[in-house]
């Protein structure tokens, strides 16, 4: 019994080093999604991080997502050359659940294994990150000191290779949306089409390193398009920091994630019934986003 009991601590040990989930709820509060979301706000603001936008989600008003970021995610995100700046925020997800609203955050150490890591900064990208994290729960701990993760363990060496299934996307096989002139004429060109409401796209956020020709737009698709809808319903509300999807312009050309790559990296835990959809879901972000990104 003795063994036994020596065996399953020293698995909770291992999977607690070695393997991440993607998101961890952080509170429950019992107020108005709105006036959760100003508290958050305040104590972001407080702890000088940058909040870049909010926004509900499918215009689902028991839905918000708060985006943010902070000198040390932005250089260390900006610092990767592969198309780092894809991970150059963070998101609080708001789920109003009757008089209660649950604070969710999407969880550094999972998505800095998944976009920064390769073989050479190993060591520098977990040191900033648990910096980063830090500062975080530092700032929301007037919410709460606890966390409770949740998602699929996925093993922190599998991350930075990750691919759903063998055959599918994996984080290098971003989509090429578009090649301009030159960079500032991708940012106008991109933004100009958000701003027009391009099939129902909204501008959450713009984030822009002109000095580095990299620019993150965060793109929200509401009114008669049905994309979000057809997100939230697959990934869940669990997921919602999961959202908005991103467009990133590094030098004189414009990108996305590959959805066949992002949607079961937000959704750990989807079933590989899903396959088709997310085949679906992720041809028709391209054909979006493509459509945001024409000249």
Request: charged share 25%.
């Amino acid at each position: 019994m003795k063994r036994v009991g020596v065996s399953i601590l020293f698995l909770f040990v291992f999977y607690s080093v070695w393997c991440i989930r993607p998101y961890y709820k952080l509170a429950e509060l019992n107020k108005s999604i709105d006036l959760a979301a100003t508290e958050i706000t305040n104590c972001l603001l407080k702890h000088n991080f940058e909040v870049l936008g909010e926004y509900n989600p499918a215009a689902k008003s028991e839905l918000k997502v708060i985006v943010f970021t902070c000198d040390e995610l932005t250089s260390l995100a900006t610092g990767v050359s592969d198309k780092g700046a894809f991970g150059a925020t963070l998101k609080v997800g708001l789920i109003q659940e009757g008089n209660k609203t649950l604070v969710t955050l999407i969880n550094p150490c999972y998505f800095s294994h998944a976009y920064f890591i390769n073989e050479a900064n190993t060591d520098e990208v977990d040191m900033m990150t648990h910096r980063i994290d830090s500062l975080v729960s530092s700032a929301l701990l007037p919410l709460s000191s606890s966390k409770e993760y949740y998602g699929k363990d996925i093993p922190k060496d599998e991350l930075k290779k990750y691919r759903f299934l063998p055959y599918m996307a994996d984080y290098e096989d971003v989509v090429e949306l578009a090649e301009y002139d030159e960079y500032l004429d991708a940012v106008a060109s991109v933004k100009k089409n958000i701003l027009k409401g391009v099939d129902d796209s909204k501008l959450i956020y713009e984030l822009a390193f002109d000095d580095k020709e990299i620019c993150v737009f965060g793109i929200a698709f509401n009114g008669e398009n049905v994309l979000e809808n057809q997100l939230i319903d697959l990934l869940g509300y669990h997921c919602v920091t999961s959202f908005p999807l991103e467009v990133l312009i590094q030098g004189n050309k414009a990108y996305i994630l590959n959805g066949k790559y992002r949607i079961p990296l937000y959704k750990s835990d989807i079933s590989r019934l899903k396959l088709f959809k997310i085949m679906s879901l992720s041809s028709e972000i391209k054909g979006c986003m493509e459509n945001i990104a024409s000249l």
